[in-house]
């Protein structure tokens, strides 16, 4: 990648769980490629210490399923080029073991809250396009559960095959002032996972680990960077005609 590739100066972004895992390196990318990026996260720490780390960026509180969170934010904008749905939570069970509660707070997160911080943020974005021909960019991160039937994954399933038909949707609706897409990783080592290691397999962790590792046709997890880097050519000028588009990013595992 040459360093004119991919650029992404005079741009302002806004991550989402911007503080860990993937919404950290995307913050991180982002930056790097030349954007202001507001990392947004309920970890306000988490997310000043980040900011302090980049050339551009700045800490954002956001709660994603609170509207009340989420207008407090979107005020403090005063412009918005790039969205970033990042946050989201994971869940084990079949549709016999999962409470709705349980079910309803999957949807709250992963569903509701793209909703939510969307609609909220949607008027910066179309203006985004009004004086260049680069339009306003969304990038959803939804996941391979949002493509394929998983076992013990049902509720975690459901909600990102709402996120890939909202991407679909909004790419539709907005064809010409608005650019969405969506980027379905597989496993990638990220806080996400190893908290889903602590709470379901906290006596065997290594080797569920391993176990993890060895489903991936490439014989590892991915990496929060490799996920951040398609990230930052959706929303660069270079994917100008790409819209309403799926990138997994799995390391073969849906092909397998």
């Avoid at 946050?87 to 079949?94: D, E, N, R, T, W």
């Avoid at 960019?137 to 996120?163: D, E």
Wanted: hydrophobic share 45%; aromatic share 6%; glycine share 8%.
């Amino acid at each position: 990648m040459t360093s004119d590739t991919f650029r992404l100066e005079g741009r302002h972004a806004l991550v989402t769980g911007g503080a860990s895992g993937i919404g950290e390196a995307t913050s991180n990318e982002l930056a790097r490629a030349g954007a202001f990026v507001w990392i947004a996260d309920i970890n306000l720490a988490a997310a000043r210490a980040l900011a302090s780390s980049l050339p551009s960026a700045e800490a954002l509180h956001l709660d994603v399923t609170s509207a009340e969170s989420i207008a407090a934010a979107a005020a403090r904008l005063d412009r918005l080029d790039i969205l970033v749905n990042n946050a989201g939570i994971g869940h084990v069970g079949s549709i016999e073991t999962t409470e709705p509660e349980e079910f309803d707070r999957l949807m709250n997160v992963n569903v509701r809250a793209v909703y939510l911080v969307t609609r909220a943020l949607l008027p910066l974005l179309l203006a985004a396009g009004e004086n260049r021909e680069a339009v306003g960019a969304i990038v959803n991160i939804a996941s391979v559960s949002g493509l394929v039937g998983i076992k013990q994954r049902f509720a975690y399933c459901t909600s990102k095959g709402a996120v890939v038909a909202m991407t679909r949707q909004l790419a539709v609706e907005y064809p010409k002032t608005l650019r969405v897409n969506a980027v379905c990783p597989g496993t990638v080592q990220t806080p996400f996972v190893e908290g889903y290691l602590e709470k379901f397999h906290k006596h065997n962790k290594d080797e569920m680990r391993a176990e993890l590792r060895a489903r991936q046709p490439v014989g590892r997890l991915g990496r929060p960077e490799e996920i951040a880097s398609m990230v930052r050519y959706l929303a660069s000028d270079e994917a100008a005609f790409v819209s309403g588009s799926l990138f997994t990013i799995d390391g073969g595992w849906t092909a397998m």
